[in-house]
């Protein structure tokens, strides 16, 4: 009995021993089969995250591009504008010098019916003018220069008023 109960334990311990490995060649193969999905997910997502990177990058420049366009495009219309407003001070500059040397004298049209000493609209125009009528008085030149100095700052805001005009017009262009 000895023997028999010799054969059954080495036949057990065969039998537990074998169980053990294909446990082990079970657990191994699982293992692998479960990391090569892991490192298939892996790869996946690694892709993904490389792709929306790539895209991110591809905005940011785009974004850069538009930037650097609208910063040259700001940068043209502020000389435009400094050269507007530099040639409408030059221009006003030299009207009044004209006018402080009686170079040039302002005058107003008067109503003809009204003047004493006109004769209402004449039918012709004198010479170099389309102004009919020639009850014309002289301003003051202290009185000119006050005009002009008016004007001069009225044409400097419209020349403001047009630059920021043309620039709201281009930032809602890009947006």
Not at 100 to 122: I, W, Y
Not at 128 to 135: L, M, Y
Request: aromatic share 6%.
């Amino acid at each position: 009995m000895k023997i028999d109960a010799v054969k059954w334990g080495g036949a057990l311990l065969i039998i537990l021993g074998l169980m053990a490995g294909s446990a082990w060649v079970a657990w191994a193969w699982q293992a692998n089969a479960y990391g090569q999905q892991l490192a298939a997910k892996e790869a996946a997502h690694q892709t993904e995250r490389t792709n929306l990177a790539n895209s991110n990058s591809a905005l940011i420049l785009a974004e850069q591009g538009k930037r650097f366009a609208l910063e040259q495009w700001l940068a043209a219309s502020d000389q435009s504008h400094y050269r507007a407003l530099t040639d409408e001070k030059t221009k006003q500059a030299r009207l009044r010098d004209r006018l402080a040397t009686a170079d040039l004298r302002l005058s107003v049209l008067l109503d003809a019916t009204a003047a004493a000493g006109c004769e209402g609209v004449q039918t012709t125009t004198g010479a170099g003018s389309v102004v009919h009528g020639s009850c014309r008085a002289q301003l003051d030149p202290a009185h000119s220069q006050r005009i002009i100095r008016i004007t001069d700052g009225g044409d400097q805001g419209l020349i403001a008023l047009a630059a920021c005009q043309k620039y709201v017009e281009v930032i809602s262009k890009l947006q």
